[in-house]
């Protein structure tokens, strides 16, 4: 779909609609692949956020969308995932923010040719839950369209969020923050966690039709969909490098490849600048590499030390996880 055309659906769907696909096709059309070039990024973002999309047509009549909502669900390929970032506007203008990373394992040499199919129990409760949220007839608003149902949050669930929100809120420090170098996602985190919450209050009581669903949001839910927002961050962080795969992704690699061999418990700039001189010149070219690895809880700053005379190295403690089959860095 083309974004003119993607916004006459919304028009003629009243407001509602979805891109779902297996293909990362509709990003050639946002990035401009039938308007020279120009990326069309308007509709999609709006369409996001809920605000109010004008679109004015010199041949025909124009079209007004009130609170829209738009589903995108993609599963692409990794390489797609890394190209994003290379397409005019993308991140500047705030869609790659938008999105919701999986950035899963490939199992390539691993697959069962012959996996067990989904219980006939699962199938049935799943269409069962789809058919009923389908069903649920929303009120129509001042417009005559079918106007949003509002939910609100328990006192217990409203606190939790706030405690979520500050949780996040450090993470875009500039001089410590560990999502630093990808707040336009991170900080949009706290506010998608509550969709996710609206989302499982949904599946939840939607045999109910519209007046369980305007019953308030309680903890339970909203915690569970605390789970999952901390689960996307290290997908999201797997994402942004993919980004900016380069020369700095490449020596924390290296970084990485030496800690794995050398096994320390600690170490010091001045010993990664020293095991890795065939690779990196001057010591400060390590400086972002090693901001990359605290990011991902490779590494943590710890006291900085002094084994003699002169200026003493800043230090990190080395997570054992890295040589170790009791986890992953970034859990």
Not at 50 to 59: E, K, M, P
Not at 116 to 141: F, G, I, N
Not at 241 to 246: A, E, K, R
Request: aromatic residues 6%.
């Amino acid at each position: 779909v083309t974004p003119e055309k993607l916004a006459g659906l919304l028009h003629d769907n009243r407001g509602r609609g979805a891109i779902l696909s297996a293909e990362g096709g509709i990003f050639n059309n946002m990035a401009g692949l039938y308007s020279q070039g120009v990326p069309k990024l308007d509709t999609i973002l709006k369409a996001h956020a809920g605000d109010t999309i004008r679109v004015a047509r010199q041949t025909r009549e124009g079209e007004l969308i009130y609170r829209p909502a738009l589903t995108v669900g993609l599963a692409v390929q990794p390489s797609i995932v890394a190209d994003l970032a290379k397409r005019p506007g993308f991140r500047s203008l705030g869609l790659l923010g938008r999105f919701l990373y999986a950035c899963p394992t490939s199992n390539l040499g691993y697959r069962n040719p012959e996996p067990k199919p989904l219980l006939e129990t699962t199938q049935a409760t799943y269409q069962a839950r789809m058919l009923d949220l389908l069903r649920v007839e929303r009120p129509l608003d001042q417009y005559g369209i079918n106007d949003s149902i509002r939910v609100g949050l328990l006192e217990g669930a409203y606190q939790l969020y706030v405690g979520f929100a500050r949780e996040i809120e450090p993470t875009a420090r500039r001089d410590s923050g560990r999502l630093r170098h990808m707040t336009d996602w991170a900080m949009k985190l706290p506010g998608a966690m509550l969709r996710i919450a609206g989302l499982l209050h949904a599946g939840d009581r939607a045999g109910g039709g519209a007046a369980g669903l305007r019953a308030p949001n309680d903890a339970a839910t909203v915690s569970r969909a605390i789970g999952i927002a901390r689960y996307l961050i290290p997908h999201a962080l797997a994402a942004y490098d993919s980004f900016s795969g380069d020369a700095v992704t490449d020596l924390a690699q290296r970084v990485i490849e030496w800690l794995t061999q050398a096994q320390p418990r600690a170490v010091t700039r001045r010993e990664i600048h020293t095991a890795l001189r065939g690779h990196v010149k001057r010591a400060d070219a390590l400086t972002e590499p090693i901001e990359l690895l605290i990011a991902h809880n490779y590494l943590a700053r710890v006291e900085m030390t002094s084994r003699g005379p002169g200026r003493p190295s800043e230090a990190y403690a080395v997570n054992p996880c890295i040589w170790g089959d009791i986890g992953t860095p970034n859990q």
